[in-house]
């Protein structure tokens, strides 16, 4: 902040550098140094001054906070950028703790529907003996309707819901179309984004690597 005293002491270069300040407190008669008294009335109006600027800046800060636009401001307001921006989410912290644990590995559930509870038995333990997941859960009684041979189809089966690791994908849904009496069987995976750490060490524990 400039002394008001400098102002003065500069005479009309000063005005003229800066006349946005005289018209904003405007004075009564010229600011002549002999005149001491218009000194305080002008320093008595300069913390009001910072005290408005600090208000509007706190202001500007909140409203860009509120309205999703620190990312635009945080180069104006740099204090923004510790306390609002790049504040870690739930799932990226439970993502970096499920990547920093070493006792377990990338699971998924994977999807195939069989005609029968028959084939259902059958072709689940057929996978649970290769160790190509570590469980499968037979849901009977389920109806499918669907598009094929250009109609529409409709067809009792059972669901299995396989969990196993991500990177037996491949094998496992190779293993599915050799085992199974459908022409297209349906194998769909979904990625365990978290869950119990201890049933998750349990799928790779009870599954074999590739």
């Keep these: 902040m400039i002394e008001v005293s400098s102002i003065y002491s500069t005479g009309r270069v000063g005005q003229m550098a800066l006349p946005g300040l005289f018209r904003a407190f405007p004075i009564s008669s010229p600011p002549y140094p002999h005149r001491p008294s218009a000194v305080p009335a002008i320093r008595r109006r ?19 906070y509120r309205t999703g636009c620190v990312q635009s401001h945080r180069r104006f307001f740099p204090f923004l950028r510790s306390k609002f921006v790049n504040q870690p989410t739930a799932r990226n912290l439970h993502s970096a703790q499920m990547e920093a644990s070493s006792t377990t590995v990338p699971a998924i559930v994977v999807y195939v529907t069989v005609p029968n509870n028959e084939a259902g038995k059958k072709l689940a333990e057929s996978i649970i003996k290769e160790q190509l997941a570590a469980c499968v859960n037979r849901v009977p009684g389920i109806e499918s309707v669907y598009w094929w041979d250009g109609k529409v189809q409709t067809d009792s089966e059972e669901l299995l819901i396989i969990k196993t690791r991500e990177s037996l994908l491949n094998a496992l849904t190779d293993h599915v179309k050799a085992n199974h009496e459908y022409e297209v069987p349906e194998v769909i995976a979904l990625p365990i984004t978290g869950g119990n750490l201890k049933y998750l060490e349990w799928i790779k524990n009870s599954t074999r690597e590739n």
């Design 46 to 64: 300069a913390p009001l001054v910072g005290a408005l600027w600090v208000l509007s800046l706190g202001t500007v800060a909140a409203l860009a």
